[in-house]
Every structure is written in structure tokens, then in C-alpha cells.
């Protein structure tokens, strides 16, 4: 089993819709979570951080389930702009591991 | 405001040889990292340093080296360059155990 495991991309959503991704974790010892967007050859750059009592941040919410070991992000009202690819981090000991990422196209 | 500086952006590498790959950050970070990324695939962490004169093995370690002689610069170095080695290679750092909040734009890296 993958380390970190993330829902297997494309999604394909319209303007305006909810969409959800999930990322489990294999290491229940993981200290901390969170998720990076990355654009189409770029860096990946930091989202949000996820909080165990669930944390938003405008149109974007993380959760965190310890007790199933997954975190989940949502984002409300897709925007054109939201099209990238996300991925899900988690931190042990001293490193930070990565997901494969989901891919998000949001078309008008 | 330079951040996380990684040179060569570009290389093309034969087999067999080697080459180091540059990072420096001005933020004053105790954490550094190296990462790969294939096509398609998300980051695998090659290996870090949590600050001068430590550095660990990640994921990935196998046919890479670095060092941390200092806060500053966290060089990686390839010194048999195999083809299993063309990836884009990220540099990222973080003040603490925080997560990197900052990466270089990454060297792109083919081995023919």
C-alpha cells in the first residue's frame, strides 16, 4: 500500500459545482496534513493546511479523519481557475510525503 | 525577494555522466528538500535536511547525494546518471516542521 493515496483523476466539472477529493494515509503516526495545488508544469504551491476539527478557507474545506486515516478536501462554486492539480501531503517524522494528486478541470 | 533559487532550469545529461543541481533560499529556512516528479506522478522526496551539516534519505535516495554546509544552499548531486533519473526536480523549504512553503521552479532533467 501507497503511503499517501489520492482519488484517481480526471475530474470533469462545470462552472459553478461542488466537487470533493479524498486521500488516505497509511502511517497512523502522521502529525499533520495538507493540500498543494499545482499547475500545469509549475510548482506546487501550499493550499490550505488541514485541521483535525475541519478548517475552510473561502470556497475550500479540509477535513481530517484520523480514526479512517483520510483527509479530504471540497471546494464550493468551482471557479475556471480551480482547474490544477491537487495533491495531498502528509508529514511523519521529519519529511513530507506526497500523493500522485487529482487532476480538476472545471469547464465553463 | 528571491525565495527558493534552483539552477539549471534545463539539462540534457549522457549516461554515466554527472552533474550537481543548485538550490539556495534567502528566507533563512532550517528545512530543505529535494523532490522528483515523473510525468504524471506526485512528488517523491529524495532527501532532506532539517539544517547545517544534517541531511537525511527520503523516499528515493538511490544514485543522489547532497550536502548542507550551509543555512542557505542544499545542493543535489547525480554522479552516474542513469536514464531512471529524467524527472523534474523540485527544491523546497520550510522554516520548521511546518510544511515547505516555498519551491523553486524546478530543473528539468533528461537522460539520453
Known amino acids: 500500500r501507497k503511503e499517501v493515496e489520492q482519488d484517481p483523476g480526471p475530474f470533469n466539472v462545470p462552472e459553478g459545482a461542488t466537487v470533493a477529493f479524498n486521500c488516505t494515509y497509511s502511517?497512523?503516526?502522521?502529525?499533520?496534513f495538507f493540500w498543494y495545488r499545482q499547475d500545469c508544469r509549475k510548482e506546487p504551491k501550499l493550499l490550505m493546511s488541514?485541521?483535525?476539527s475541519g478548517n475552510e478557507d473561502g470556497r475550500f474545506t479540509a477535513q481530517l479523519n484520523r480514526a479512517s486515516q483520510y483527509i479530504s478536501l471540497l471546494i464550493r462554486d468551482s471557479k475556471l481557475s480551480d482547474s490544477a492539480t491537487y495533491l495531498c501531503?502528509?508529514?511523519?517524522?521529519?519529511?513530507?510525503?506526497f500523493g500522485a494528486g487529482t487532476r480538476l478541470t472545471v469547464k465553463p | 525577494n528571491a525565495g527558493v533559487t534552483q539552477t539549471p532550469k534545463f539539462r540534457i545529461l549522457k549516461i554515466g555522466q554527472s552533474m550537481t543541481l543548485q538550490c539556495t533560499q534567502d528566507?533563512?529556512?532550517?528545512?530543505m528538500y529535494w523532490y522528483r516528479q515523473d510525468p504524471g506522478m506526485g512528488l517523491k522526496l529524495i532527501y532532506y535536511?532539517?539544517?547545517?551539516?544534517?541531511?537525511d534519505k527520503g523516499e528515493v535516495p538511490n544514485g543522489y547525494n547532497v550536502s548542507r554546509s550551509t543555512t542557505e544552499d542544499f545542493p543535489l548531486r547525480l554522479e552516474l546518471a542513469a536514464p531512471s533519473q529524467t524527472s523534474v526536480y523540485f527544491c523546497?523549504?520550510?522554516?520548521?516542521?511546518?510544511?515547505?512553503?516555498?519551491f523553486g521552479d524546478g530543473t528539468r532533467l533528461s537522460i539520453l
Open positions: 528566507m533563512n529556512h532550517n528545512y
Open positions: 501531503v502528509v508529514r511523519g517524522n521529519n519529511d513530507m510525503r
Open positions: 502511517n497512523s503516526a502522521s502529525q499533520s
Open positions: 488541514v485541521y483535525s
Open positions: 523546497a523549504s520550510s522554516y520548521d516542521t511546518g510544511p515547505p512553503s516555498a
Open positions: 535536511s532539517v539544517g547545517a551539516g544534517i541531511t
